[in-house]
């Protein structure tokens, strides 16, 4: 069955190009993207490799740990490193795990036979802490990802879950935020002093707090 949001993402052990991953483990109280590709030397996915380890120090402000993943042998993960630092600008700064043998792609249902019966689809799971499913995203090989928008998910995430707010369509950090509808007007008065915006009861805008 494949993983909900809510779930815990489940553990594993896997060889990766930093060593055996104990996943919970390696997790430890970061947040973790864990993402798959379809397959090493091929075009897309060297862009993304390289413009994920461009994008690390970005992670690492968010307490974010990247790990990658596709079913090609650890020795191929080792030569196409050279690859990606070549042509992207960036060297390979965060574990691929090694699945050759499917452990993980099966256990996080990656691989999806009518699309490919071989290869793993571009997956993304967002893992909190608590090692909980917070997000995931499924793309074709066709389809590069865009990370930013997965920075703006791991933003909004951290922001509502230590506030009662959520946050609207193309949200940007710094951006107005929804007072959640469960918070009545005379909390959000304690809350948001500062007050708000009622567009309707049920659509109050606030100023993101600390902006
Ligand atoms: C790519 O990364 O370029 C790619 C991988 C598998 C299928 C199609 C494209």
Known sequence: MSLRLGDIAPDFTQE???GPIHFHEWAGDSWVILFSHPKDFTP???TELGEVSRLKPEFEKRNTKVIGLSVDPLEDHKAWAGDIQETQGSALNFPLLADADRKVSDLYDMIHPNANDTLTVRSVFIVDPNKKIRLTLT????TGRHFDEILRVLDSLQLTDSHKLATPVNWQPGGDCIIVPAV???EAAKLFPEGW???KPYLRLVKQPGK
Not at 139 to 142: E, F, K, T, V
Request: glycine share 0%; aromatic share 6%.
């Open 44 to 46: 897309v996915c060297t």
């Open 197 to 199: 915006d009622e567009k």
């Open 184 to 186: 009545s007007n005379e």
């Open 139 to 142: 793309y074709p090989a066709s």
């Open 16 to 18: 990766s190009t930093e």
